[in-house]
């Protein structure tokens, strides 16, 4: 048993949604997440500014003697994670590989669809991942630029959404997807507004819950879980301001922050 903290990472505060699931899924287990809020978002970077920014994350929450790291980015994990995996001795896994997983698992025709970032979409490492899994899988990804500012920005339950929805999920509609992968932890706010076009048949694959799924799996399997009987404690920290992180943050972990929250120098890292 490891009693040391989980640490996870996102460019912003999606991957909050990824904290919710480790939550619930291992209660007792402390948690440390970083959001890099100052230099987000990471899906419009070059892919060594993404590696470069992906380290400095990892180092700093490996100040804290993290015992396991969840990079809960869809762009991170597939532009940096496959640079770095060598570089650490720490258990390092992204969203990419678990949510191919439970997609692969999940479909019924073979026909798979990827929502994400356009780091994430222009990487192609969810149809090669896929791919690996199964040639025979149809893989069709989009690119969806303004779902993260609109989830930010509180507009994930309106007509605003829905229209973008609409657009984004055309092709994957038409092309007769019966799975459709969320690839940034930040689209599972907008769940609603994506069943509205795609109805109750498809399944919805969480990136981020799965790569916590995933994580769970792995640390049972090196007797890394906490052996703890109370709550785990978690702690927040940013790169940019902490005003208003309890306010969005709350939507993303579906419950009120609690927590300390700390603003930090990334950069040093």
Do not use: W
């Not at 459709?180 to 109750?200: A, D, F, Q, S």
């Not at 090196?222 to 404690?233: E, P, W, Y």
């Not at 992180?245 to 993303?252: A, K, N, T, V």
């Amino acid at each position: 048993m490891d009693n040391r903290p989980i640490g996870i990472f996102d460019s912003g505060l999606g991957g909050l949604t990824c904290v919710r699931e480790v939550m619930s899924i291992m209660p007792n287990e402390d948690i440390i997440y970083f959001g890099d809020t100052g230099r987000v978002p990471y899906g419009t970077r070059s892919s060594s500014t993404i590696v470069k920014y992906v380290r400095q994350d990892i180092n700093f929450l490996r100040s804290f003697d993290i015992k396991f790291i969840i990079i809960a980015c869809g762009t991170a994990s597939s532009a940096a994670l496959p640079h770095i995996t060598t570089e650490y001795d720490t258990d390092i896994i992204g969203v990419v590989d678990a949510a191919s997983k439970q997609a692969a698992a999940a479909t019924k025709n073979g026909v798979i669809g990827v929502l994400g970032t356009r780091g994430t979409i222009n990487s192609g490492k969810y149809a090669e991942r896929l791919g690996k899994i199964d040639p025979g899988f149809k893989v069709i990804s989009t690119a969806c630029p303004m779902f993260v500012p609109v989830v930010e920005n509180g507009y994930a339950n309106t007509k605003i959404a829905e229209m973008l929805a609409e657009e984004y999920l055309e092709n994957i509609v038409k092309g007769g997807a019966d799975t459709i992968i969320l690839g940034c932890t930040h689209y599972p706010l907008l769940k609603n507004t994506i069943r509205k076009i795609v109805g109750n048949e498809v399944n919805l694959i969480d990136s981020g819950a799965a790569a916590a799924d995933d994580a769970k799996r792995i640390m049972a399997k090196h007797n890394l879980l906490t052996d703890k009987t109370v709550k785990g404690r978690a702690k927040y920290y940013v790169s940019d301001t902490v005003h208003g992180f309890e306010e969005l943050g709350s939507l993303f972990l579906s419950k009120k922050i609690d927590g300390d929250v700390a603003k930090i120098d990334i950069e040093k890292y």
